[in-house]
């Protein structure tokens, strides 16, 4: 270690300073929870005092025992009572397994006469453009569960009204033939009298869930309108039964109902979110997110944020403090359209799997070994190797670490798989196979950053690397030294950043309606009356709508375009005339935005398509205390790096104190994680917890 050669002033990469002498209010007295459910691990996040406490628990079947497990476990390390708990936010991956693992409700889609197989014939895009045999996912809905009703809307308004008798007799056919049902019916975005009227009948005849596309997605584009009401009406049984059992388990210990995260990566109450389930899908990645850009420094323009975790790896940007966003994603190959933090997966995660292919070659996923049996060196029955099996032949991870659960690992077991498959391989050393595991999992993982970076036109070199998740740091270094990266984030609790970022998320509600017209002739007060009842509809699900913060975006392309960019809409109060929306601006805007995204503006006419309301309720901040003392060192281990094995520092990076320099190789062990700083790297904790990484060390 080096000595302290800090001065008194932070430093430019040290964050937000701590919150020492905050003002009443911040939640420093409070007790606060929050619990992703990941796929192998369930991590927890509590803060009381100032104080972060962590916890890491498997992941169960039904995942509500393993969230309560994890808030016990963190309550008991904490020296706190369930019952003291003020807060409880939660991701969960209940809706998003749904739709992967093809377990959702047996659900029924009523949609206009002729169109029936909208869902089944989607767009012309391939999967796989070269794949001759690559096909498309088998709809949420098969063929025998679509119904069709004589109805016709247009743009223009409704030609023909549906017929309550017809609706009727169809809810008898499907009384106790589904769980849920889907209705989706032509151009209800902009006509939505039909459909609400088959919904509400349908929700006086049944028993079961009805997904409106007009209350979930109203926008244009049938098939992505259809198949995200479908997906929602697949998950919110689903979602509703799990929610109810986490509510029952958790009242039962005295912890507040949980707040769910939703995938644009703000809190929603339970009751809200089990309404439309579908916006839960993703929730724990976008809690990640959240969780990092809460820690990036106001020096840095952007960070590239990446979470490995045990059976996939998910990375996103955030820039100038805002996470980036998306409406095009897809779940399991179908599109899910509601608005939702941009973040791109790729199946490395620490479970991974390493294989030889039919070539001989060396391969890493998609295949993972879970939470059951898990790793080889988890000694619970995993014979296969994988990347933290690679991790421990390494020394990345060491003999004495533990994990969640207080799971001890079996080193002896590790070297024997990948030994097995060094042989497989025809590799002369275990050495050469952990390597080999670990330079091809990091390839996979460069991939990622880059299809955020390099194919949006973004230069790597110019963000920040903010690396989570239980592995995650592990591996952060090696793949900013692939991209040119300078800096690696590793923020307090990175190892379970998704729960972090529950308690730092804000509550977030958005509604959007498909509004077509060129700006250069539209009507000002008709735009403003639509923004006026999105508003309304967007702060009817908030908490406190006088808290809540109003952001108006309308989606815009030049005319012939097929895709659309999010623009400032303004805030209502100024604008054109006393409407409060101003086409010109809003011109200009979307000139910028072109530019800056596409790299060019023209001189064409610009259309609007879609608006957007987004009401926003912020929330607390991290009242985070970290200024320890003492030596922080445990011991030293052999480590292998690429120039060879090296006799490595191993720190508790819970007890490194601020600004002083580690100079790599070195280890950061935590609770929940392991930092790896490479030789030619540098070390030194930030103010608020952040261990910053730059290349350049002795």
């Known amino acids: ?99 992967l693992e093809g377990n959702g409700a047996e659900a029924a889609l009523v949609t206009t006469e002729g169109f029936g197989d909208a869902l089944a014939i989607g767009r012309q895009d391939r999967p796989d453009l070269y794949d001759l045999d690559a096909e498309k996912p088998a709809p949420l809905v098969p063929r025998n569960r679509r119904f069709e009703l004589v109805e ?48 509400a009948i349908l929700r006086d005849e049944l028993d079961v869930p009805v997904s409106a596309s007009h209350e979930v997605l109203a926008e244009f584009r049938e098939y992505e309108r259809t198949a995200t009401t479908v997906a929602d009406a697949y998950v919110t049984p689903v979602v509703d039964d799990y929610l109810a059992r986490l509510a029952e388990r958790a009242a039962e210990r005295g912890v507040p109902a949980p707040r769910v995260m939703q995938a644009n990566g703000g809190i929603a109450d339970a009751e809200t979110v089990r309404e439309h389930a579908v916006t839960t899908v993703l929730s724990g990645p976008a809690a990640g997110v959240v969780g990092a850009a809460t820690f990036e420094p106001d020096s840095l323009d952007g960070v ?103 799971l001890e690992l079996d080193p002896d077991r590790a070297e024997a798989v990948v030994g097995d498959l060094a042989d497989e391989a025809d590799l002369d050393t275990v050495i050469d196979a952990a390597q080999g595991i670990y330079r091809v999992a990091n390839a996979t993982m460069t991939r990622a950053i880059r299809g955020v970076t390099v194919e949006r036109g973004l230069d790597p070199r110019s ?10 740091p592990m591996h952060a270094a090696a793949l900013a030294d692939r991209l040119d990266i300078e800096t690696v984030l590793v923020p307090p609790g990175n190892g379970v950043l998704s729960a972090v970022g529950l308690l730092a998320a804000d509550e977030r509600h958005e509604v959007t309606r498909t509004y077509r017209t060129g700006l250069a002739d539209c009507d000002p007060e008709t735009v403003a009356s639509v923004f006026a009842d999105l508003t309304d509809d967007a702060l009817a699900d908030a908490s406190d709508p006088d808290a809540a913060t109003v952001e ?15 623009v400032d809409a303004g805030d209502g109060t100024a604008g054109h005339g006393d409407s409060g929306f101003d086409p010109a601006a ?32 912020a929330g607390e901040p991290l009242p985070l205390e970290f200024d320890p003392t003492g030596n922080p060192q445990t011991g030293e281990r052999d480590v292998f790096f690429p120039s060879g094995f090296y006799k490595a520092p191993v720190y508790d990076r819970r007890q490194m104190p601020v600004r002083t320099p580690v100079d790599g190789p070195a280890i950061f062990a935590g609770g929940e994680s392991t930092v790896v700083v490479p030789p030619t790297w540098r070390a030194h904790a930030a103010t608020n917890g952040t261990l910053v990484l730059t290349e350049g060390g002795e």
């Open 152 to 199: 016709r809307a247009t743009t223009e308004g409704i030609e023909a009204s549906v017929d309550p008798e017809a609706v009727r007799q169809l809810s008898n056919s499907l009384e106790g033939s589904c769980e849920s049902v889907a209705v989706s019916l032509l151009h209800a975005y902009a006509h939505p009298e039909n459909e609400r009227r088959v919904a």
């Open 586 to 617: 809003v011109r200009e805007r979307f000139h910028d935005v072109h530019e800056r995204a596409r790299g060019y503006r023209l001189d064409e006419p610009v259309d609007a398509v879609t608006l957007r309301v987004t009401a926003t309720i």
């Open 463 to 472: 963000f920040a690397l903010t690396a989570f998740g239980g592995a995650g």
């Open 304 to 406: 590239v944020t990446f979470d490995m975790g045990g059976t996939s790896s998910d990375v996103s940007l955030v820039r100038d403090g805002d996470v980036e966003r998306t409406t095009e994603a897809t779940v399991g190959g179908h599109p899910v359209g509601i608005g939702m933090v941009d973040v791109s997966t790729v199946g490395a995660g620490g479970g991974s799997i390493a294989w030889v292919d039919d070539g001989g070659a060396l391969r890493v996923g998609p295949r993972s070994a879970g939470a059951e049996p898990g790793p080889a060196c988890y000694g619970k029955g995993g014979d296969e190797p994988t990347v933290t099996d690679a991790a421990v032949v390494l020394g990345y991870i060491g003999p004495d670490a533990t994990l969640g659960e207080d």
């Open 552 to 566: 108006r975006e309308i989606e815009c392309r030049y005319e012939g375009q097929s895709f659309e960019l999010a």
């Open 1 to 99: 270690m080096c000595a302290d050669t800090a001065d008194d002033g932070r430093s430019p990469d040290d964050g937000p300073p701590p919150a020492d002498g905050a003002p009443s209010g911040d939640g420093r007295g409070a007790v606060r929870l929050g619990v992703d459910v990941g796929g192998t691990f369930t991590d927890v996040a509590l803060l009381a005092g100032g104080e972060l406490t962590t916890a890491k628990v498997p992941t169960t079947d039904d995942q509500s025992v393993g969230v309560v497990r994890g808030i016990e476990t963190a309550c008991e390390r904490a020296g706190v009572e369930p019952a003291d708990a003020d807060t409880f936010r939660h991701a969960t991956t209940a809706a998003v397994n749904a739709v």
